[in-house]
């Protein structure tokens, strides 16, 4: 079975300050990775996946992601917050190209002026 | 820029009543599936669809619900007999043939009184 562990439901960083938003999988199989974002009253966006290519994986927005192996980690950075960052960011593994998502609890960000 | 869209926004319903959310896939995809997300929980996958038939579902996805594509656009999710624990709010996604990126509607809030 799959699992994901996001480190921190609340996060809160300064404007301009680095964002890092922690995720940590489980899987049996190497996996598909995901970020998405759900701003207030919508639906999740897909801010970024791994998918086996290149380990740093870009996305929108000014995030980024790192697959790390040897860690099991995901984790997610944008240099410099923006007031619009305000949302909550989900991490999320699959076993296989479009297979279920597992996803991790969550965590809200908060963007202080 | 196409998205998934899905009706009602939200929907109170009485304990014991059915219900059948609906939900508008992106035009040219072929994959749908449903998750909840009960409040303050994860997100949890619910079922997943192609070629008109249910290619996966979990442990939730009892005998109380079910999901038909009853035209070309269409794509819902029946709960026969709501019961409370089933107040969650509920997403549905799609994606394309080869994709393995799945696009999210902005959900439906289901209360259960």
């Known amino acids: 079975a799959q699992s994901v562990t996001q480190l921190g439901s609340h996060v809160s960083v300064s404007e301009g300050a680095l964002v890092l938003l922690r995720c940590n999988y489980s899987s049996s199989v190497p996996p598909y990775l995901f970020w998405y974002v759900q701003y207030p009253n919508q639906g999740l966006q897909l801010l970024l996946k791994?998918?086996?290519?290149?380990?740093l994986v870009k996305g929108i927005n000014g995030f980024e992601a790192e697959f790390k192996k040897s860690e099991t980690s995901f984790h997610l950075t944008k240099p410099s917050a923006h007031m619009s960052d305000a949302a909550e960011y989900f991490c999320?593994?699959?076993?296989?190209?479009?297979?279920?998502?597992?996803f991790g609890g969550g965590t809200r960000v908060l963007v202080k002026p | 820029e196409p998205e998934v869209t899905q009706t009602p926004s939200h929907q109170v319903t009485q304990m014991g009543q059915e219900v059948i959310l609906r939900c508008v896939p992106i035009s040219n995809h072929l994959y749908f599936y449903w998750y909840r997300q009960i409040l303050g929980q994860k997100v949890e996958f619910l079922v997943s669809?192609?070629?008109?038939?249910?290619?996966?579902k979990s442990e939730i996805f009892d005998d109380q619900f079910s999901v038909e594509r009853p035209d070309g656009s269409n794509f819902t999710l029946k709960i026969r007999s709501t019961k409370l624990e089933d107040s969650a709010m509920y997403f549905c996604?799609?994606?394309?043939?080869?994709?393995?990126?799945?696009?999210f509607g902005p959900g439906t809030r289901l209360t259960v009184t």
């Open positions: 996604a799609s994606r394309e043939d080869r994709g393995n990126e799945q696009y």
């Open positions: 669809f192609y070629n008109n038939e249910i290619s996966e």
């Open positions: 999320a593994v699959s076993k296989a190209a479009g297979n279920k998502l597992t």
């Open positions: 791994y998918t086996s290519a290149a380990t």
